[in-house]
């Protein structure tokens, strides 16, 4: 995680632009704070990718709230769309002409966290401005993209050039919800978080909003808040099944997110927007970048060794 924040602020000079992708479906909880920093003073954009998955209602409230607190312009795109990816490049374009002698050429940046869409809106970005192919590895994993690739055309007139960035996870998130809705959403590997807390936070998720019929989707015969009950007739209806007939709740489970993941229960959002609750998650988590479990005993560390050197200064002074 270090060395990829390393290398985006090595890789930070020779970018006009900054594309920080999230995810529409945890627009909150997909902001890395860490970013801040380095990005400063630069030209950003900020794009909510996968806003197929989420409902549409959220895009006025998420403008709102970012439009307090920045003066970036906020997109929504769908990487399926061309008409969606290509005001990404409309922005570009808007810049380069402002200025065309100090940006002959663009050189854009994209970074986010992990599994947020941003290989696949550098393909889509490929495909919409040159129409070219794939050009960066995706995958429904986090993590597909592990090195800083080398410049990526997508678009001749005015030439402008992506770079990819490995995908930069917060190194600890103290809140154990904003955690569960990232990795529920793909952003922490799956044999890091505990598919079975994230099967019963889901459940819990569905149960709490009352337009989603996961029964039927699912073809379950009634709705539940007990996850072990829901992954028996879940497993009975999918087939999944070990030797004896037992029911094999790993593979339940493993159906239950991947049918999360791919929208099988229609457009959804899991950070809640309404304004006190908005103001409350800035106050609470982006006042300051969280550290890593492993920075913040180096900092407990750092503040002994200072207090026990203070004690001994002034056991000296006190000696002289």
Known sequence: MMAGLREMRDQMRTVDLVIETRDARIPLSSINKQFEQIVKGKHRVIVYNKADLAPISIQTPVREALAKRSHHKVLFTNTNVNKSVRQILDVARELSARDPIR????????????????????????????????????????????TLSSRIRVLESPPIYLVDTPGVMIPYIPDPIVALKVALTGGIKDNIADEGVLADYLLYRLNRFADIDYCSILGISQPTDDINEFLQMLGRKIGALRQGGEIDTDKAIQFFLRAFRQGKFGQLCLDDLAPHAVDEFFKRSMEEAPLSKNQAQKAKRAAQRQRSLEKAQKRGSRSH
């Open 103 to 146: 940006y002959p050429e663009l050189s854009i940046m994209v970074i986010g966290m992990p599994n947020v869409g941003k290989s696949s809106l550098i393909n889509a970005l490929r495909r919409t401005g040159i129409n070219r192919g794939k050009a960066a590895n995706t995958g429904a994993k986090p993590g597909v993209t592990r």
